[in-house]
């Protein structure tokens, strides 16, 4: 008769190292390991795990906010070490110099190649070159207002409000204006951050991926690196935004504080403190609201917190209050719901009277 030993076999050791430029080079970044059943084991930010011999699953979300997964066998009194890459691949504009970018002026015709894509308008001292399939804007000037830039696709005009700053990060001017190529929105414009603002790329697309508690975690980090050693004003926000979603940014009061004081010309901050004041503080919080109203809000979901807050306010006779739902109201019936930054299609006497 054979003997079948039921004894339990000796773990085995794997090792993981990361490389990344967020969250403390890696040292903050969570793995997530389950087994051959896909049935979770750990989600920790560990190095070192011990598991029973077998087939695992590891999996990391990269700088650029996509999952990675690995296969690994583990196996008894053996150690396995597994070395993960996470850092985004290098943006398609950092070779790019001062004297590949051109001033848009007035009656410009910009476009892009195998598309029906045109730009329009943009605001003054936007510098634009065209690189593969995409357009890139930057603003090296003084900020006074939001960056909007407006494109003909498909026979309709749409405006897009630009995440754009003269800020000192040598890539926190640069964003980009691409045809979509995703299966929910095959050839529609879209606005995207220079993967070269690292930080504020990873937290884009963690927030555009429905990671906003990933994103949330890269913010608590960031936000006074994004507007102290590096400033990156417009890029920070969307971490505030990923923060005020998972009740976090109360914490941050005082830095958003500063951040509207320094920052006087974006709106978002102010949206994002008066939604959070609103309890003990609702005068003040409603002049924070008409003020941003009456400046280019930057973020879909700001220009949404706004309009819900204004519909909100117990003071419905008040005039500043209906003043600034009734200018908000004009717009968000044409809001495309879907772009990250603020957008929406303009009626076609714009275009007639080009």
Known sequence: MMTVDHSKQPDGILSVTVTSLLQRRGKDTEITIRDHTLSLLTCDTDREFHLSPGIYEVSVLNDSGEKLEKI????????????????????????????DFQVW????????????????TASEGLEITRLDNQMIVRHTGEMREVSTITVLCNEVLQQFSLPLSNGTHHRSVFCHLLIADTLK?????????????TVSSAMERLYEGNRVLNAAKIA???????????????????????????????DSIEWLELFNRKYEWLPDGKILLACLISDEDPMRSIDLAVAASAQTILYRDTFSMLLNFLRQWPDKKSEPRNSALKHLGRISPYVNWKSTYLSYTLPQKTLEQR
């Not at 929105?185 to 603002?197: A, E, F, I, M, T």
């Not at 102290?228 to 505030?240: H, M, N, Q, R, S």
């Open 185 to 197: 929105d095959p050839g529609k414009p879209r606005v995207r951050l220079s993967q070269g603002r």
């Open 105 to 120: 002026k007035k009656n410009d015709i910009y476009s892009l190649k195998s598309t029906s894509l045109a730009l329009h």
């Open 220 to 250: 608590e980090q960031s936000l006074k690196y994004l507007t102290t050693a590096v400033e990156d004003p417009t890029g920070v926000l969307i971490g505030a935004i990923a923060l005020f979603k998972t009740d976090r940014l109360t």
């Open 72 to 99: 690994v066998v583990i196996n008894p009194n053996k150690l396995t070490t597994l070395e993960l890459n996470l850092k985004s691949p290098e943006s398609i504009d950092i070779h790019l110099k001062d004297e």
